[in-house]
């Protein structure tokens, strides 16, 4: 598992660390040239460390603005709603940490899988099954807060159909 590179979307993978119970360690890479940022999300019971060594990242931290050249470093407290990417010219590095590590590295493992390594970007239907199936350490924080719910529940319902 150390060494392993996962792709989290076309613009976007990681390279696994190190992994205890405590913490996922990663190297996270992004490409320029994202058509638009990844939806807002949040964890709800794992913290995040991100620690920008080269390039640039932008970031929304719930709902705060952000723009993190290298040397720089935010925490991401579980629960916050959270989205980054790289919006400049040029490859973004970081040091990527989530604390407990939880089944991160599998929910990434079936996004890898999901993009057939970042080749394309997956299937609704089965994005939506592995958004359910991970709902303990990845939810979409789309929309006004109050239907979080509601949203949450229609992709447990899609995942459910989908997975029959």
Same mark, same amino acid.
């Given at each position: 598992?150390?060494?392993?590179?996962?792709?989290?979307?076309?613009?976007?993978?990681?390279?696994?660390? #190190?992994?205890?119970?405590?913490?996922? *360690?990663?190297?996270?890479?992004?490409?320029?040239?994202?058509?638009?940022?990844?939806?807002?999300?949040? $964890?709800?019971?794992?913290?995040?460390?991100?620690?920008?060594?080269?390039?640039?990242?932008?970031?929304?931290?719930?709902?705060? *603005?952000?723009?993190?050249?290298?040397? *720089?470093?935010?925490?991401?407290?579980?629960?916050?709603? $959270?989205?980054?990417?790289?919006?400049?010219?040029?490859?973004?590095?970081?040091?990527?940490?989530?604390?407990?590590?939880?089944?991160?590295?599998?929910?990434? #493992?079936?996004?890898?899988?999901?993009?057939?390594?970042?080749?394309?970007?997956?299937?609704?239907?089965?994005?939506?099954?592995?958004?359910?199936?991970?709902?303990?350490?990845?939810?979409?924080?789309?929309?006004?807060?109050?239907?979080?719910?509601?949203?949450?529940?229609?992709?447990?319902?899609?995942?459910?159909?989908?997975?029959?």
């Amino acid at each position: 598992m150390e060494g392993e590179l996962l792709h989290l979307g076309t613009h976007e993978a990681v390279r696994v660390l #190190r992994e205890t119970e405590d913490e996922l *360690e990663v190297e996270g890479f992004w490409t320029p040239g994202a058509a638009a940022p990844p939806p807002p999300h949040l $964890h709800p019971s794992q913290d995040e460390y991100f620690e920008v060594y080269a390039g640039s990242l932008d970031a929304l931290i719930g709902g705060a *603005e952000r723009h993190l050249a290298a040397g *720089e470093a935010v925490k991401v407290p579980r629960g916050v709603p $959270h989205k980054m990417w790289n919006a400049s010219n040029a490859d973004a590095r970081a040091l990527w940490r989530t604390q407990p590590a939880l089944r991160t590295i599998d929910w990434f #493992r079936s996004i890898d899988r999901l993009s057939q390594h970042g080749a394309r970007q997956p299937p609704i239907a089965q994005v939506t099954a592995s958004l359910d199936e991970y709902r303990d350490v990845f939810r979409l924080a789309v929309g006004p807060r109050p239907l979080w719910p509601l949203v949450s529940a229609a992709f447990r319902l899609l995942g459910w159909v989908t997975r029959r």
